[in-house]
């Protein structure tokens, strides 16, 4: 069973001020088959904890340590995690001129798994994932995200999750930007694709509107890099009827890191 483990992690970026601390000491344990939900306010560290894991080489470690499988997640390549089975769902996704869609997936599926896929299975599978995307099929002749509606690229990220079937999920706010039919399109997706992997999912959003279609095992609210509370599903509800104003006290100190 994949478990990522995150221990004491403090992490910064080089700004024109100097070196600014983002995150201050986030511990966290995810499990394969969990979820768990990290909300907070703008700028609380949700999203440099996301871009950490994945190796944006703008954030800097300063200290603590990231495990998967028991293995230094810190001491990888962007591509050696991608094939460890890690995988980030980006809050902005980029485009990509002159890559198709097609051409995108079967090369990523490909360098993870080794070999390539038999093509008549290959294009069965994206068919079907798109179908139950609800994406039009044209769009796998098209660039990666190129013009594409920043809902159409929600989905191309699940499309993605589905078919290259990673150990666990960092989804960076899937939810902003889509509508509600498109958000229940897309959380249908990670829901699927928990189900058929059994994948640990690690799920960062301002809202719990999402939370309604993706059930969190747990969660987490980070607040100045920091995490300051963590409980089960009720926190988010609390969350939705009290807001952050209480956690922003200079004084609250982190929770310890619940060891899921």
């Known amino acids: 069973m994949s478990v990522l483990e995150i221990r004491d992690l403090h992490v910064s970026v080089e700004t024109d001020a100097g070196t600014t601390p983002i995150l201050n000491g986030v511990t966290l344990t995810i499990r394969a088959g969990d979820t768990h939900a990290i909300m907070g306010p703008n700028g609380s560290g949700k999203s440099t904890l996301a871009y950490t894991i994945a190796g944006h080489p703008k954030y800097l470690v300063q200290s603590g340590s990231i495990t998967f499988d028991g293995e230094d997640v810190l001491e990888m390549s962007v591509d050696e995690r991608a094939r460890a089975g890690l995988f980030l769902a980006m809050q902005y996704p980029v485009e990509i001129p002159g890559v198709t869609v097609t051409n ?3 090369t ?17 599978d994206v068919r079907e994932s798109m179908k139950n995307l609800r994406m039009d099929p044209k769009f796998a002749q098209r660039n990666v995200n ?40 897309v959380s249908e997706g990670v829901n699927r694709a928990k189900a058929a992997t ?3 999912v690690l799920l960062i959003t301002h809202y719990t509107r999402i939370l309604r279609y993706i059930h969190p095992d ?24 009290e807001g952050y104003d209480r956690f922003l006290a200079d004084e609250i100190e982190p929770a310890e890191g619940i060891q899921a």
Request: proline share 3%.
């Open 104 to 106: 995108f997936l079967r």
């Open 218 to 241: 747990y969660v987490h609210v980070m607040v100045n890099g920091r995490i300051v509370e963590e409980g089960g599903p009720e926190l988010a509800d609390r969350l939705e009827d």
């Open 198 to 200: 059994g994948l640990g």
């Open 146 to 185: 190129e013009g594409f509606s920043g809902g159409e690229k929600k989905r191309n990220e699940i499309l993605q999750l589905e078919l290259l079937m990673p150990k666990l999920a960092v989804l960076d706010e899937t939810d902003s930007g889509l509508d509600v039919d498109a958000l229940k399109v």
């Open 108 to 124: 990523a599926k490909t360098a993870i798994d080794g070999e390539a896929p038999a093509i008549r299975t290959w294009t069965k």
